[in-house]
T-cell receptor, first 111, second 112 residues
Framework: AQSVTQPDIHITVSEGASLELRCNYS??????LFWYVQSPGQGLQLLLK??????LVQGIKGFEAEFKRSQSSFNLRKPSVHWSDAAEYFC?????????FGKGTRLHILP | NAGVTQTPKFQVLKTGQSMTLQCAQD?????MSWYRQDPGMGLRLIHY???????DQGEVPNGYNVSRSTTEDFPLRLLSAAPSQTSVYFC???????????FGSGTRLTVV
């Protein structure tokens, strides 16, 4: 069965500090993997995706993620966060027919 | 190109009432899905479709029906609303799974 685990419900980092959000998944085959971001009261925006090839993928807004098959992980990183990065981040996994989401990690930024 | 359009944006229902949440996309996407979002629960898949005439259940299908008579439209029906169905509902579509899904702006539903 498919599942996605985001172990951290909340994360707080200082502006300018580096960020890593964790995501572990369970899936029967090589999955498609995604990170989405949701600002308060808004819809979801795709940050980046992985489906094959280079395991380090670059996304929008300076984010990147690394697919590690041996660890069933797809962690999201950013070298230096900005106050505007405060939002909720969702990891998702799936195939052609559907994707399912983790419960999300809310990112707080300290000035 | 409007993307994924959901109507209404807000709705209040009384327990036992029925209603249909509308979802339409103009991108000729075959894959469409409905999710509900509740605090602390992330997005949970209700139903999904891989093309006109084909639908399947997701993680939390009870109390909801769907149909897909055209590529463009994927309505979600609540047959007898319950307070537990108070949530924000998102519709999403995709050309192919690897491309990621485009989301609508959501419908906030309150059942009293």
């Amino acid at each position: 069965a498919q599942s996605v685990t985001q172990p951290d419900i909340h994360i707080t980092v200082s502006e300018g500090a580096s960020l890593e959000l964790r995501c572990n998944y369970s899936y029967g085959a090589t999955p498609y993997l995604f990170w989405y971001v949701q600002s308060p009261g808004q819809g979801l925006q795709l940050l980046l995706k992985y489906f094959s090839g280079d395991t380090l993928v670059q996304g929008i807004k300076g984010f990147e993620a690394e697919f590690k098959r041996s660890q069933s992980s797809f962690n999201l990183r950013k070298p230096s966060v900005h106050w505007s990065d405060a939002a909720e981040y969702f990891c998702a996994v799936g195939g052609d027919d559907k994707i399912i989401f983790g419960k999300g990690t809310r990112l707080h930024i300290l000035p | 190109n409007a993307g994924v359009t959901q109507t209404p944006k807000f709705q209040v229902l009384k327990t036992g009432q029925s209603m249909t949440l509308q979802c339409a996309q103009d991108m000729n996407h075959e894959y469409m899905s409905w999710y509900r979002q509740d605090p602390g629960m992330g997005l949970r898949l209700i139903h999904y479709s891989v093309g006109a005439g084909i639908t399947d259940q997701g993680e939390v299908p009870n109390g909801y029906n769907v149909s897909r008579s055209t590529t463009e439209d994927f309505p979600l029906r609540l047959l007898s609303a319950a307070p537990s169905q108070t949530s924000v509902y998102f519709c999403a579509s995709s050309y192919s799974g690897m491309g990621g899904y485009t989301f609508g702006s959501g419908t906030r539903l309150t059942v009293v």
